[in-house]
Every structure is written in structure tokens, then in C-alpha cells.
């Protein structure tokens, strides 16, 4: 790509940046590290010494060294990362955090604005999460485990028969509609029949995120074949490939892209379903460590779940969406 | 019996209940070993005739023999280019051509086959660019990378349509020499059957033994001309003889009162 801009550049360019070096260098200090994330941790750090109004313990030492790991951690992908649109973002999100932990600090500990059972200080939302890290990390693994056995077999099972209905409705036939009438109905609507038919939660779950996951996959893949265009099929026809080749080495690359819309489609549906149904009936899960916190009226506990929660999915819509920039790397941006 | 016959290929276009006919009563045939070209103005059915001869298209009435047999729908005796370059965009330019190799030689290991792809991809001077994208490429470099699994696919029959349409006159000079070189090979191997559709008369006139004229409205073969110069054939010498104007005038004066009798007729299409 950028070969051509390399061999373009005139010397006379080059040798006006070679002078510009130390303003440049004295700019890019500014772009890095002076930033408004950081007077945000000055600011957070400063109200730690009001006075509490809380009668009860805060926990603000947890806070305190929270923000400081964020605090060091934003200076080193200050220093190490590349893209300025990249740091942009990671910058923004440190602030946010910042200004929501500002913000909590101010209405609980300090001022107690609001109800202190409700809303424990942040302090001690730190500090339960660290005690309870063991047992959050079993309802996660329980969590993910379903969720990414009932999603990956629905998407070993929905891509390859969606590449063949989709190929098979291109030449004409009724799976569009057929696939179109099942991938409408809402898939809570089977949970019934998982119930009647299977033996265990587990199993139950596993058969919901499934179908969740399988009609937009299947809907996605069909749709994607019957709209690859006909130039690359009958590139693809002249060099006379045979029916898998044409399936696997052709239609699914070029249908790739919506695909991932049904697999992303699937996975939000997933979680929802899931932790859904943990808050109902489950020993386990992160919908089950939720619910049954907060029927004890162990409000921190219910907010270090739903802060997981939050966490998980993030990390894994950002592996997801790495997982589809690699894939499709061959896009025109 | 000749390599390739054409007999009454009639193509009609159905849309929406109004038929169009865009190949009429087109017959020819072209022997084993030759390079035909195909010329005529826009419209005039020139892609379609090769869509039949790739089998990509059915003929509404008529056939293709390719030795002897009907065409049947693609096979691997055939290589083609196409008008619109049509690369699979999320390969690699050497991996579209490693895969086109793989679908007419399947013994070939993964390692042979991206030997000959660099191999093709050098020849047509891409050798910097094998590991890009096609949507990295411009339009001219993936027209190159087309050519490159054309040739490098090694088959008897060549089909290509306007290949050097959208490539810059440097490039356009080498490719023809490339393509005339491979073609003539070293005599140890059969000569591949070449039909080669192009707007540019010099470029028919250098590289075939015969070239097809066809005319628009219904399409259909106006004339067949032999070309009469010795090859192998240096370019800078041909175009200055008086032979070589004499003809490329000839063709000329053909192509417009083709044009010309349009005007006169009824159907004006230019
Ligand atoms: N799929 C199609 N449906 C309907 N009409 C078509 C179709 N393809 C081509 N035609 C018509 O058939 C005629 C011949 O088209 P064709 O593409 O074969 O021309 P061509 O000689 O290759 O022209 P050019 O030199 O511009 O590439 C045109 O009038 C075109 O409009
Ligand atoms: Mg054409």
C-alpha cells in the first residue's frame, strides 16, 4: 500500500522533517501525556482527603490503588502505543472510569447522597471482588462454558448448512422461506420444550444459546451466499472447482461478512438468554451470583456481578471483533 | 477436424418477457495451434460468444464442438480471462493463482504450485506485489494477476476477453510480447488455441493468424481475414512496412463501412 508513497516522497520533504524533529518531538510529548485522563486521577486522588460522612468503614485504600494500577497502566500504553486513534480510545475509556469512580466516591463516601446499602463507596466494591475473586472466577468459567459450547456448535452446524441452503436457494428453492419462518420465532419460546425434553439446566441452556445462535447464523450465511456476486462464482465456474471447493473455498469467504453479523447477532441474544435464565434457575453462573446476592439484599455483591458482567462481555466482543478484523483483512477499508 | 467449431450459435437475452438478441447465426471455426482474434464495436456480442466458449452461458439455439464434443458447461481445457478483472478478493495475488493452478493440477504439492504462481507473477512483473490483496492492487495490477492463472493454469484452450484493455502501453507492450512468447513456446510442445477479444487493430494484427470481425444488431460474424505476416513478427519493423498499413487500412475501411451501413440502414449504433 504505502510502497508507492515511500518512493514518492521528494527529498526536499524529507530533509524539512529532519529539521522539524525537535518541535515534533516536543508535540508528540504533548499528544501523549498531557491529556485530561490524568488531571481526572489528580482530581479523584485529591477528594480522597475529605472527610467521610460515611459511618462505616469505606474501603478507600482499594480505591486509592486501583486508580494508581489504571493511573500506571495508562503511562505505559501512553509510551508503547502506536495509533493515535488507538490511544484515543483507550485514554477516553480510563477517563470515563475516572469520572464514574469521581463521581461515586463523592455520592457515597463523602457527601452519602445516597442509600448506603444500595450503593456501597467504591472502596468496597474493590474490596469484595477481590475476596470473592475465587468464586467469581467459577461462575464465569460456568457462564462462558455454556455459552461457548451452545454457540460454537451452532456455527459448526449453521455455516456449512447455510452455505448449502443458500447455494441450493440460489439456484432456485424453498429454504429461504422455510429458514426466514423458523429464525423468526423469538428462541425463549423453546425454553419450554429444552425444559420438557432435557434433563439438566445445563443442558437446557446449551440447546437455548444454540438455537439463539443457529437461525441468524443460518439466516446470515444463506443470505451472504445467494449475494455474492456472479463475476466471482463464474471466476470461480471457469476454473471448474467442484461442489465443496465452491462451498467452502468460495462462497464462505465471500460471505464472510454476514455471517459475522449473525454470529454477532447470536452472541448478544446469548447472553441475554443465559444470564436470563441463571437469575431463574440456576445453582451457578453469573445471572445466579447476581440474583441470589441481591435476594440477600448484598447489594455490593450485586455490583461487583454486574461490573463482571460487564467486563465479560466486553472482553469478548473485543475478541470477537479481533477475530473478524483478521478475517476480513482482505477488505477494502 | 478443426480445434474449436462454432455452428449457428444463436444467444437470445430474456428479461421481463422482452427477448434480445445478442448473437445471431454466428458460425466458425478455429483450428488447433491458432490465434484468432475477435474484434468489433461495443455491444456487438463479443463477451457472449466467449461466455458460450467457457460455458458459463447456454446457446439459445446452435453449438460449440471443442474437439469434436459439445461443450458441456466449464472444464479445465479452457483458460480464461475476463473482461472485468474477477479475482477472489481475500486472497493474495500469488494465492489466486496457486489456486487456480491447484484446480487444474491436483498432484501438483502446495509448494509447486506457488513456485509456478511467483514463476507467472514475475513474468508478468508483479513480483513485488505477489503477497498483496487484490483490493490493494490497481486495476491493471489485478488484470495482471488474472492473466498470470490464465497462463500459469497451462491449458490447450485460451479464452480472453479485452485482457490489455485497462493496462498502461508500456505494460500492454510487454504483456502482448509475454503472451506471444508463451504462445510460440520453444516447438517442443503443442501450440495452446487462443481467442483473444480486443478493440485495438494493431494488437489483433501482431498477435493472431486470423482475425473475426463481427458487427452489432444482431451480432454476428461480419468477416473472417487472415493475417499474411511471418512470425515470428518484431513489431517496431511490422508497423513500418507498406504491407502492414495496406492491411491495417483494409481493416479499417471494413470496420467503418460496417459502421456505415448501420447508418444508412435503419439501426443507428455507434
Ligand atoms: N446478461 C445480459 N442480459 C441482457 N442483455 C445482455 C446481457 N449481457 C449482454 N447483453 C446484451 O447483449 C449485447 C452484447 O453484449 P456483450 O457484452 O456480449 O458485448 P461486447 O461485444 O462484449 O461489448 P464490449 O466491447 O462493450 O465488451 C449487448 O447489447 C448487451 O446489452
Ligand atoms: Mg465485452
Known sequence: MNIQA?????????????????????????????????????????????????????????AIWFAVGAEVLTLIVSALIKKPVSLNLFVDIVAFIYGLLIAWTLATAKFNLLKPALFPPPGKVFSQFIEDYDKILVNVQSSIGIILQGYLLAIAVAVPLGL??????????????I??????????????????????????????????????????????????????????????????????????????????IGCNQGLTVSFVLLTSAEMIGAQSGLGYYIKNYSDFGDYTRT?????VVGIVIVIISFIFNSIQKFLLRWKPA | MSKIEIKNLTVDYVEKRKSFTALKDVSFSIEEGEFVSVIGSSGCGKSTLLSILEGINSPTSGEILIDGEPIKGTGTDRGVVFQHYSLFP??????????????????????ERLKIADEFLDKVGLEQFKNKYPS?????????????????????????????????????????????ELWEGDGTKARKTVVFVTHDIDEAILLSDKIVMMTANPGRVYREIEVPFERPRNRAQLVQTKEYNKFRNKLLSLFYSDIAEKIGGEEVVL
Not at chain 1, 448449502?164 to 422461506?177: D, E, I, M, P, Q
Not at chain 1, 419450554?192 to 441452556?205: D, E, N, Q, W
Not at chain 1, 455490583?303 to 461490573?307: D, S, T
Open chain 1, 179 to 260: 429458514s426466514k419462518f423458523l429464525g423468526a420465532i423469538p428462541p425463549i419460546v423453546y425454553i419450554p420444550y429444552g425444559i420438557a425434553l432435557l434433563p439438566t439446566f445445563r443442558s437446557v441452556s446449551v440447546f437455548v444459546i444454540f438455537l439463539a445462535t443457529f437461525w441468524p447464523v443460518l439466516g446470515g450465511t444463506m443470505s451472504g451466499v445467494m449475494n455474492v456476486e456472479k463475476k466471482t462464482i463464474d471466476s470461480a465456474k471457469v476454473l471448474n472447482v467442484n461442489k465443496a471447493t465452491m462451498l467452502f473455498s468460495i462462497m464462505l469467504p465471500a460471505s464472510l461478512q454476514q455471517i459475522f
Open chain 2, 90 to 111: 481475500w486472497m493474495t495475488a500469488r494465492k489466486n493463482v496457486a489456486f487456480g493452478v491447484k484446480q487444474v493440477n491436483k498432484n501438483a504439492s502446495r509448494s
Open chain 1, 6 to 62: 515511500k518512493t514518492a516522497a521528494p527529498p526536499a520533504i524529507a530533509f524539512d522533517k529532519k529539521e522539524k524533529t525537535a518541535s515534533n518531538l516536543k508535540s508528540e510529548i504533548i499528544r501523549r501525556y498531557f491529556r485530561v485522563v490524568h488531571a481526572l486521577f489528580v482530581v479523584f486522588m485529591l477528594i480522597q482527603l475529605l472527610p467521610d460522612k460515611l459511618a462505616s468503614d469505606t474501603y478507600a485504600s482499594y
Open chain 1, 303 to 307: 455490583i461487583v456481578g454486574l461490573i
Open chain 2, 136 to 180: 490493494q492492487l490497481s486495476g491493471g495490477m489485478q488484470q495482471r494477476v488474472a492473466i498470470a492463472r490464465a497462463l500459469a493454469m497451462d491449458t490447450d484452450v485460451l479464452l480472453m476477453d479485452e485482457p490489455f484493455g485497462a493496462i498502461d502501453a508500456k505494460n500492454r507492450t510487454i504483456l502482448q510480447e509475454l503472451l506471444l
Open chain 1, 164 to 177: 448449502f441452503l443458500g447455494w441450493s436457494a440460489r439456484l432456485g428453492g424453498a429454504a429461504t422461506y
